[in-house]
């Protein structure tokens, strides 16, 4: 089955900007989706088909996808970013949705 | 608003059954496929099943076919999950989330979620 890999944290100061990473063989020809999970809340999409944002969802959160890794950009992180990140795609082999394992944000 | 609002969950022996359900709102449920999302305890997010609008194709993670049943009910605007042969490792909140299209899509809307907890 298809295997999404993602770092398990990343830190990065207020202002600055965060890359979390997704990596997956071939990922680059699949469609890529993140979502946001704050603390005690419900997930969250904030980038679909690799790099759309939906609606309400503040243009800072941007994505890329090429050859094995997806790339979600968080621009001028705030405090309020803070949270766990999710990669997803579909794995047509198996018939499938797969999530990556996290990670886990923190603003310092 | 649109809005998902699960329930359902509890606490059931192993081997047990729970049927979990989802109304919907706000938006047109008839047109979208729908899923069922887990999260155990302390753990990342796990895709369990997805129903198409017609209730004519289902999908499940090889963990829970054979014991979960997803369903729908377009008349009620409502979505289930019927779960036998519940094990330990089942414990996790649920959510109900709406696809954005297919199985390819993301999935834009979610509900809070209702905790299962398998145990005797």
């Known amino acids: 089955s298809y295997v999404l890999t993602q770092p398990p944290s990343v830190s990065v100061a207020p202002g600055k900007t965060a890359r979390i990473t997704c990596g997956g063989n071939n990922i680059g020809s699949k469609s890529v989706h993140w979502y946001q999970q704050k603390s005690g809340q419900a997930p969250v999409l904030v980038v679909y088909?690799?790099?759309d944002r939906p609606s309400g969802i503040p243009e800072r959160f941007s994505g890329s996808n090429s050859g094995n890794t997806a790339t979600l950009t968080i621009s001028r992180v705030e405090d309020g970013d803070e949270a766990d990140y999710y990669c997803?795609?579909?794995?047509?082999?198996?018939?499938?949705?797969?999530f990556g394992g996290g990670t886990k944000l923190t603003v310092l | 608003e649109v809005q998902l609002v699960e329930s359902g969950g509890g606490l059931v022996q192993p081997g047990g059954s729970l049927r979990l359900s989802c109304a919907a709102s706000?938006?047109?449920?008839?047109?979208?496929?729908m899923s069922w999302v887990r999260q155990a305890p302390g753990k990342g997010l796990e895709w369990v099943a997805n129903i198409k609008q017609d209730g004519g194709e289902k999908n499940y993670v090889d963990s829970v076919k054979g014991r979960f049943t997803i369903s729908r009910d377009n008349a009620k605007n409502s979505l289930y999950l019927q779960m036998n042969s519940l094990r330990a490792e089942d414990t996790a909140v649920y959510y109900c989330a709406r696809d954005m299209g297919g199985n390819y899509w993301g999935m834009d809307v979610w509900g809070q979620g209702t905790t299962v907890t398998v145990s005797s």
């Open positions: 706000g938006f047109t449920f008839t047109i979208y496929w």
């Open positions: 088909d690799d790099s």
């Open positions: 997803q795609v579909w794995d047509s082999s198996g018939d499938h949705r797969v």
